[in-house]
């Protein structure tokens, strides 16, 4: 009546058992223990636990130890590479020491409190190999101790609708019983397999080390309100959505998309009411991207890829920003000046880039661009925006003189969209340091007092389009060859072309606001139609 303790042992070792042992200590106790210690085994053992049998780990072939009414289960195994498979836990307490050893623990099915302590070595968990999470029915606890250790949670034949939560330390939803998770410590790899369902994802945090999320099929939203560490996320199949919020200095995220027709918004409310999840891509107001505080990658897949930046918080002062690329990679950037460990990094295979600013005074350099590229300097409708500068061909060093930097559009690739909605905005778009002859086209949509227009340029090296809207100054430097300009119409504002060296012709065919022609360079013969 009793609590009992019944060890099963000798010298640290479990292989004399060479007949069926089964183990009852009855209902009467509350605490009964059964010990089954294998530490002193210095051989590769294999076996299995269900949830009241062990076989394997040198107990005789086709024996088994089998118990019931234990309160506590300690299983502990030797010190050589051991594999052990949990097909069940009892409903009660089950812990599992795998000791040293390169070990490998599968589990795919638990009824019971189970904690794993797989100690030194380079140890494997895998949960579970079958791909459906909903076996796991009580709360599993890992510490993979030390050296290089691998945690897998995989759900991947899941077919049906799951939800769960992701944080530094545990995983709960996609099927495991309600109230209960998996937590993990001391983990250098976590891979985690979602299903074919459409899955959501909320990702509170990652641990310090390798975080690998694979969303397989389905139409999946991933909400991270922070990363950490280095974190692979792959949408893989169908129309994903990704939420990024924060990310630590030592956060290296990357987010491969795959065939789908994928978004990826980065944004911090800074109102509770504006938190996950956001079903609409317009300007998510009052956000910011402060807190991202690390680089950012973006690998598209081959669907249409968008991907939309909010920095919309009125408390955020003026800001510097700059489109960029790396070097001749195929590597492009969205970077804050005031941050630039903190880009927004993707490769040319993004088919559409949608930033949206604050209504403070910003500045924009575009240098490099392969997406198609929506800017929107102030909230859209904004009645309290402030000058904002847009400098396209040249940096923001030579933005402090425009009208003599020797830029170029040669990396704008597709079509760039300016929206300003202050007072004072002004344009550049610098293309001086061409050496080639220019066609160059200036255009405007003219309805009310409308301040919409489009710079065309074209050479040997390029092939630019840059659209503005409720801009009041429009700037255009051409080459210094012999360019070709054709002013189809102006804006209702100021436009100021700088036709440069060359022997140039300009034709003017309709103005609708007070336009400039202009040389800066030595006097040459220009011919205006």
């Not at 991202?292 to 009125?314: E, N, R």
């Not at 300009?485 to 609708?512: C, E, F, L, P």
């Amino acid at each position: 009546s009793g609590d009992d303790i019944v060890r099963v042992s000798n010298l640290q070792r479990i292989n004399d058992i060479q007949a069926n042992l089964n183990i009852d200590l009855g209902t009467q106790g509350s605490g009964d223990s059964l010990i089954l210690d294998d530490s002193g085994e210095n051989a590769t053992q294999t076996g299995v636990l269900t949830h009241n049998t062990l076989t394997g780990f040198g107990v005789a072939p086709s024996k088994t130890i089998s118990y019931l009414n234990v309160e506590q289960l300690d299983l502990q195994l030797g010190n050589h590479a051991d594999t052990l498979t949990i097909l069940g836990s009892h409903t009660s307490e089950t812990n599992i020491d795998t000791n040293s050893g390169n070990d490998t623990v599968y589990v795919e099915n638990i009824d019971g409190p189970t904690n794993i302590n797989t100690d030194e070595g380079a140890d494997r968990i895998d949960v579970h190999r079958s791909g459906r999470l909903e076996d796991i029915s009580n709360t599993l606890t890992i510490d993979a101790g030390s050296e290089t250790d691998t945690l897998i949670i995989n759900d991947s034949n899941d077919s049906q609708p799951q939800t769960g939560t992701l944080t530094d330390q545990s995983f709960a939803g996609f099927g495991i019983t309600a109230s209960h998770l998996i937590a993990y410590d001391n983990i250098e790899s976590l891979d985690i397999d979602l299903g074919s369902g459409d899955d959501t994802l909320l990702i509170e945090n990652t641990h310090s080390n390798s975080t690998v999320i694979d969303g397989n099929a389905g139409n999946d939203v991933f909400n991270a309100t922070q990363l950490n560490g280095i974190v692979d996320l792959n949408t893989n199949a169908d129309n994903d959505q990704i939420n990024l919020q924060k990310t630590t200095v030592s956060a290296t995220p990357r987010f491969t998309t795959g065939s789908g027709d994928d978004e990826i918004r980065i944004y911090e409310p800074t109102q509770p009411s504006l938190a996950f999840p956001v079903a609409e891509v317009t300007p998510i107001l009052n956000s910011t991207m402060q807190n991202v505080l690390s680089s950012v990658l973006i690998d598209s897949g081959t669907g249409h890829d968008a991907m939309f930046l909010h920095i919309t918080s009125p408390s955020i002062p003026g800001q510097s920003y700059q489109l960029d690329r790396e070097g001749l990679t195929d590597i492009y950037t969205v970077n804050r000046t005031s941050f630039p460990e903190a880009e927004i990094r993707y490769r040319n295979n993004l088919e559409s880039l949608t930033a949206y600013f604050d209504d403070s005074q910003n500045r924009l350099s575009v240098m490099h661009t392969v997406a198609e590229t929506t800017v929107f300097m102030d909230p859209p409708e904004s009645t309290t925006g402030q000058a904002d500068n847009i400098y396209v061909g040249m940096t923001l060093t030579q933005s402090s003189t425009p009208s003599t930097a020797l830029g170029n559009v040669q990396g704008i690739s597709g079509t760039t969209t300016v929206f300003a909605s202050g007072s004072d905005d002004s344009i550049w778009v610098n293309h001086q340091q061409s050496t080639s002859p220019t066609f160059a086209e200036l255009s405007s949509n003219d309805i009310g007092q409308s301040r919409q227009g489009s710079v065309t340029l074209r050479d040997s090296n390029t092939d630019a389009v840059i659209k503005y809207s409720d801009v009041e100054s429009v700037n255009i430097l051409t080459g210094g060859s012999n360019d070709d300009i054709y002013i189809d119409n102006t804006h209702r504002q100021t436009t100021t072309v700088y036709t440069n060296a060359g022997s140039d012709t300009v034709n003017i065919r309709a103005i609708s606001g007070e336009t400039i022609i202009s040389e800066t360079l030595a006097a040459r013969r220009k011919s205006i139609i």
